[in-house]
C-alpha cells in the first residue's frame, strides 16, 4: 500500500505552495507537529502547512515526497522510509547527505548541485562532527558567507571548545548549591567575540539565529556555556554546556508544549534518578522532555530531529 500524505490545498497557504509543483516532482518536508485525528504539521519551503495520513511519522522528522496528484486534496506520495524502518545512522552520513540534511532543517532550499558538491568536498575537509557542522556551514551560507575549512573548524571551537584528551576530569567533590549557581551565573559577561556580534546583526535567508557563548566557573570547574536562539519562525533554543570532556546539549522547540530532547557526550553519566527528577520538574513547567538521553553524535547544535534525508 502506498504511503500518503494529503494536504487541503484550500488553504491560501497551501493553494500558493501548490502553483509551484507539478506533478511528479519531489518535494521535501519536515514534520514540525503531531496534532489529533491523524494530522500534521509540515515544513514546505518557509510555508507551514496541516497534512493527513495514517504514516507514523513524528515532530523533527525530514521526508522526502513525490506529488502525485493535484486537486482539492495535494496528494504526496512518501519516498523516504517510514519511522518504523531501519534507516543509516545520521552520525554516519557523508558530507552531502549532511548538508542536504541542513539545509531542509534551516528551511531554505538546496543550492544547485555544483554548488553542493563544492559544499561537500570543503565539509569532508574539516575535522568534528559533520552534522553539527554542516548546520552551522548552512547557518553562514545563509548569511551570504563562504568559509572555508580552517574557519568553520574554528567557529567550531569558539562555539563548543576543543575535546579534552586524557580521563575523565573528577566530578564535584560537592554538587554546587543554589546560592552558588545564582552568583556564579549573575555575573557580568565578558565581551562578546566581534564575529559573534557580526553574526547576530547579520541578515540570513530561511531561519535566523542569534548566538552567545561564554563560561563560567562553578563548583571550582570552568564551564563553556553557548546558546543559540532562533528569531524567526516558530521559536527555538540550544544550549550547549561542556565540562572537559563532559558534555551535554538541551534542544528545545516550540510553545504550549515546548518540546526537549537532551543529548549528552561519550564521558557524561546521568543518573538515573537525577534524570527522572529533571523530567518531572521540568514537566510542571509544561516542557516535555523526550524519553532518552541521545548520542551527542546524532546532534546539529540547533534543533531536534533525525537528519534523514532519502
Given at each position: 500500500?502506498?504511503?500518503?500524505l494529503?494536504?487541503?490545498?484550500r488553504?491560501?497557504t ?7 509543483v507539478r ?6 518536508l519536515?514534520?514540525t ?13 518557509t510555508?507551514s502547512?496541516?497534512?493527513?495520513s495514517?504514516?507514523p511519522?513524528?515532530?523533527g522528522?525530514?521526508?522526502?515526497a ?5 486537486g482539492r486534496?495535494l496528494q504526496?506520495q512518501?519516498l ?17 547527505q ?20 563544492k559544499?561537500?568536498v570543503?565539509?569532508?575537509r574539516c575535522?568534528?562532527?559533520?552534522n553539527?557542522?554542516a548546520?552551522?556551514y548552512?547557518d ?5 558567507a ?10 567550531d571551537?569558539?562555539f ?6 586524557g ?11 543554589a546560592?552558588e549557581c545564582a552568583?556564579?551565573?549573575s555575573e557580568a559577561?565578558e565581551?562578546e567575540?566581534?564575529l ?12 535566523h539565529w542569534?548566538f ?5 566557573t562553578?563548583g ?13 519562525g ?5 544550549l550547549t ?13 516550540g510553545?504550549?508544549p515546548?518540546s ?11 543518573p538515573?534518578k ?6 518531572r520538574?521540568?514537566?510542571?513547567k ?9 548520542d551527542?553524535?546524532?546532534?546539529d547544535?540547533?534543533t ?6 532519502g
Amino acid at each position: 500500500m502506498a504511503e500518503l500524505l494529503h494536504v487541503d490545498n484550500r488553504i491560501a497557504t497551501v493553494s500558493s505552495a501548490v502553483k509551484s509543483v507539478r506533478s511528479g516532482e519531489v518535494v521535501k518536508l519536515r514534520v514540525t507537529g503531531v496534532l489529533p485525528g491523524n494530522r500534521f504539521r509540515v515544513l514546505w519551503g518557509t510555508r507551514s502547512l496541516i497534512a493527513e495520513s495514517t504514516l507514523p511519522l513524528k515532530a523533527g522528522q525530514l521526508v522526502q515526497a513525490r506529488v502525485s496528484k493535484i486537486g482539492r486534496a495535494l496528494q504526496l506520495q512518501l519516498l523516504t522510509p517510514s519511522s518504523s524502518q531501519s534507516s543509516p545512522s545520521p552520525a554516519l552520513a557523508t558530507p552531502s547527505q549532511a548538508l542536504t540534511a541542513a539545509f531542509i532543517k534551516a528551511s531554505m532550499g538546496l543550492p544547485p548541485d555544483v554548488e553542493l558538491e563544492k559544499m561537500s568536498v570543503l565539509l569532508g575537509r574539516c575535522r568534528g562532527r559533520k552534522n553539527r557542522l554542516a548546520r552551522l556551514y548552512v547557518d553562514f551560507f545563509s548569511r551570504g558567507a563562504h568559509p572555508s575549512a580552517d574557519f568553520l573548524e574554528w567557529v567550531d571551537m569558539l562555539f563548543h571548545g576543543r575535546r579534552r584528551q586524557g580521563r575523565n576530569p573528577p566530578g564535584w567533590e560537592r554538587p554546587p548549591g543554589a546560592s552558588e549557581c545564582a552568583e556564579s551565573f549573575s555575573e557580568a559577561d565578558e565581551d562578546e567575540p566581534a564575529l559573534v556580534s557580526l553574526l547576530n546583526q547579520s541578515p540570513a535567508r530561511g531561519e535566523h539565529w542569534c548566538f552567545r557563548s561564554h563560561r563560567r566557573t562553578l563548583g571550582g570547574k570552568e564551564l563553556l556555556l553557548t546558546w543559540k536562539v532562533r528569531q524567526s519562525g516558530q521559536p527555538a533554543m540550544a544550549l550547549t554546556v561542556r565540562d572537559g570532556e563532559r558534555e551535554l546539549e538541551f534542544l528545545l522547540e516550540g510553545l504550549n508544549p515546548v518540546s526537549m530532547t537532551v543529548y549528552r557526550g561519550e564521558k557524561t553519566e546521568i543518573p538515573e534518578k537525577n534524570w527522572e527528577e529533571f523530567c518531572r520538574r521540568l514537566a510542571l513547567k509544561k516542557i516535555v522532555v523526550s524519553n532518552t538521553i541521545r548520542d551527542i553524535e546524532l546532534s546539529d547544535g540547533f534543533t531536534a530531529g533525525s537528519g534523514e534525508v532519502g
